[in-house]
T-cell receptor
Framework: GNSVTQMEGPVTLSEEAFLTINCTYT??????LFWYVQYPGEGLQLLLK?????DKGSNKGFEATYRKETTSFHLEKGSVQVSDSAVYFC????????????FGTGTRLTIIP | DTEVTQTPKHLVMGMTNKKSLKCEQH?????MYWYKQKAKKPPELMFV???????INESVPSRFSPECPNSSLLNLHLHALQPEDSALYLC?????????????FGPGTRLLVL
């Protein structure tokens, strides 16, 4: 079956540090990959996505590259801010149309000034 | 605009009450979803509606009853819930077909069952 494995949290960084949150997946075929962010007390917001191998998704300074050879979709940001503190979920959707999302367990990120 | 709205924002109900959660989108999406999220866990899929027809029910207890009156609106009717049903209920929508399918989530309804 499909699965997503995310880096265990929580992660605490100082402001302006470099961020990497690891995400690897198991799926047959060619899944689409997503990063969602959840700020305290809110719903999920789409952060970025990639739908085929070697695609790079980017948004708000965050980037992730779809690596089929390593089945990975690691999230990176060069310089984090306090406002980036949130829970980050990696997810995949296998197939076409309204197939379900498979989520990782989430990584809680705290940025200290 | 990628907005999904949900009402109410918070809900407290007793185990004998009947209540409904509402979700609305005006993006022309033809697939809509209900998820349940417990604290410090990822969302779990409950139901999927595709073109206003129920296409996926993830073995959800019958005390949760979804309804899709039209392509913009999704309801979740609640009856005889248990305290363990307390959670954040998230609605999402997506285009409904295609490889570029992306789910957009609402802010959620935080439900407390007493």
């Amino acid at each position: 079956g499909n699965s997503v494995t995310q880096m265990e949290g929580p992660v605490t960084l100082s402001e302006e540090a470099f961020l990497t949150i690891n995400c690897t997946y198991t799926a047959t075929g060619y899944p689409s990959l997503f990063w969602y962010v959840q700020y305290p007390g809110e719903g999920l917001q789409l952060l970025l996505k990639a739908t085929k191998a070697d695609d790079k998704g980017s948004n708000k300074g965050f980037e992730a590259t779809y690596r089929k050879e390593t089945t990975s979709f690691h999230l990176e940001k060069g310089s984090v801010q306090v406002s980036d503190s949130a829970v980050y979920f990696c997810a995949l959707r296998r197939g076409f149309g309204n197939e379900k999302l498979t989520f990782g367990t989430g990584t809680r990120l705290t940025i200290i000034p | 605009d990628t907005e999904v709205t949900q009402t109410p924002k918070h809900l407290v109900m007793g185990m004998t009450n009947k209540k409904s959660l509402k979700c609305e989108q005006h993006m022309g999406h033809r697939a809509m979803y209900w998820y349940k999220q417990k604290a410090k866990k990822p969302p779990e899929l409950m139901f999927v509606y595709s073109y206003e027809k129920l296409s996926i029910n993830e073995s959800v207890p019958s005390r949760f009853s979804p309804e899709c009156p039209n392509s913009s609106l999704l309801n979740l009717h609640l009856h005889a819930l248990q305290p363990e049903d307390s959670a954040l209920y998230l609605c999402a929508s997506s285009q409904g077909s295609g490889w570029e399918e992306t789910q957009y989530f609402g802010p959620g309804t935080r439900l407390l069952v007493l």
